[in-house]
T-cell receptor, first 109, second 114 residues
């Protein structure tokens, strides 16, 4: 069973702080990695994807990938209350995309 | 600019009833997927179709069947609904080509089985 693990949270951070979300995966054949944000009652929306080791930055978001450690993370700088949501990590191998259980983030004003 | 369209958005069924969830995409994507999401959990893959005419089981296929009618449409059928199938169902598609391309999700179907 290919697994993607996330801490379910909630992760609580004050407004303006950095939120750090982590994800580990079991399949070493995984090729690409995605972070989705999901608001309650809504469908997931893509924030970032990464497929090479290292960091990838997009605005306030930075994705980090370490394939040797089978670890991917998402950093959110200058966290805003509007960032409060569940963040889903997804890992792709071939045609299969496996999701973690999600981490609930709460940004307090 | 429809993207991925799912119908219906909400449905209530009685145990033992059957129904089909519809999904269509207008982005010319090859691969389409059906997921279910239970409260407080991530998405679990039910079935997927890598291309027109092919379907494969995902993590939780029991109790479901699928049909890839054409390139645009991928339907999910519950032959005899059970309370354990109460969930939110998401359809998704990905563009052809490189495997690093993200999925596009529909708005979901909220299904309750009494």
């Amino acid at each position: 069973q290919k697994e993607v693990e996330q801490n379910s949270g909630p992760l609580s951070v004050p407004e303006g702080a950095i939120a750090s979300l982590n994800c580990t995966y079991s399949d070493r054949g995984s090729q690409s990695f995605f972070w989705y944000r999901q608001y309650s009652g809504k469908s997931p929306e893509l924030i970032m994807f990464i497929y090479s080791n290292g960091d990838k930055e997009d605005g306030r978001f930075t994705a980090q990938l370490n394939k040797a450690s089978q670890y991917v993370s998402l950093l959110i700088r200058d966290s805003q209350p509007s960032d409060s949501a569940t963040y889903l990590c997804a890992v792709r191998a071939g045609n299969m995309l496996t999701f973690g259980g999600g981490t609930r983030l709460m940004v307090k004003p | 600019n429809a993207g991925v369209t799912q119908t219906p958005k909400f449905q209530v069924l009685k145990t033992g009833q059957s129904m089909t969830l519809q999904c269509a995409q207008d982005m010319n994507h090859n691969s389409m997927y059906w997921y279910r999401q239970d409260p407080g959990m991530g998405l679990r893959l039910i079935y997927y179709s890598a291309s027109e005419g092919t379907t494969d089981k995902g993590e939780v296929p029991n109790g479901y069947n699928v049909s890839r009618l054409n390139k645009r449409e991928f339907s999910l059928r519950l032959e005899s609904a059970a309370p354990s199938q109460t969930s939110v169902y998401f359809c998704a598609s990905i563009p052809p080509g490189q495997s690093n391309q993200p999925q596009h999700f529909g708005d979901g179907t909220r299904l309750s089985i009494l």
